[in-house]
Structure formats: C-alpha cells, structure tokens
C-alpha cells in the first residue's frame, strides 16, 4: 500500500495524489480518513477512499455499484471476483462487500499484510 496513509503524529500523508485530494476529504474518524472522489477501478466508478490515519491496516474503495455488478466487472477485468476466502481472512488479498450503509453500492476492502 506504500504510502497510502496519514502519519499519526503529525496528519499528514507523504502521497502526492492524497496530498492533491485533501480538498475532498469527507470524514475523519479515530482510525480512518475518507476521501469522496469520483474515479474509476478497472472500470468501476468509485465514490470512496478510505485509508488508514494510525497503524490500522485497513484500505477502502467504495463503488457506487452493487457487489454482483462490481463482482462481475471485477472478474472480467482482473480474473477474480474477491469473494471471501482464506487469503483475504489472512489480510493477504482484498475482499468484495455490499456497502452496510447502501444496498446498491459495494465496498473493496484491502487489509496490509504484516
């Protein structure tokens, strides 16, 4: 994931594409900072960036597709569909989701492995 995060201590990234879109920046938790973006994944329209703001190694890219829509797509254009497996329990590989907050969107979360 390289560097794709906030530094803890000072709330900075080191990322000039993080860096060029800190204007779009729509959520700060304890853990996680959320950027809504409109770009595209292998075809797939993105709404969301989620990455780390502590040493969580948590990565999120929200689709504005629903999951068997953003799975097929996904198969298609990369070979897998990112269904749950033991690698991606691991944090070895991402995971395909439905978005908990809209039946209509999905959520590829990707986890650093140590």
């Known amino acids: 994931m390289g560097s794709l995060f906030i530094d803890e201590y000072t709330q900075v990234t080191p990322n000039p594409y993080l860096q060029a879109i800190e204007d779009r920046r729509c959520d700060t938790s304890d853990t996680l900072v959320t950027y809504c973006i409109q770009e595209r994944f ?60 809209d039946a209509f969107a999905s959520i590829l979360i990707c986890t650093k492995h140590d």
């Open 42 to 101: 292998h075809g797939l329209p993105v709404a969301g960036l989620a990455i780390p703001r502590t040493t969580l190694p948590v990565f999120a890219l929200y689709f504005d597709v629903p999951l068997e829509a953003a799975r097929s797509t996904l198969m298609a254009r990369l070979g897998k569909d990112f269904r749950q497996s033991h690698a991606s329990l691991l944090g070895a590989e991402p995971e395909l989701v439905r978005d908990p907050a």
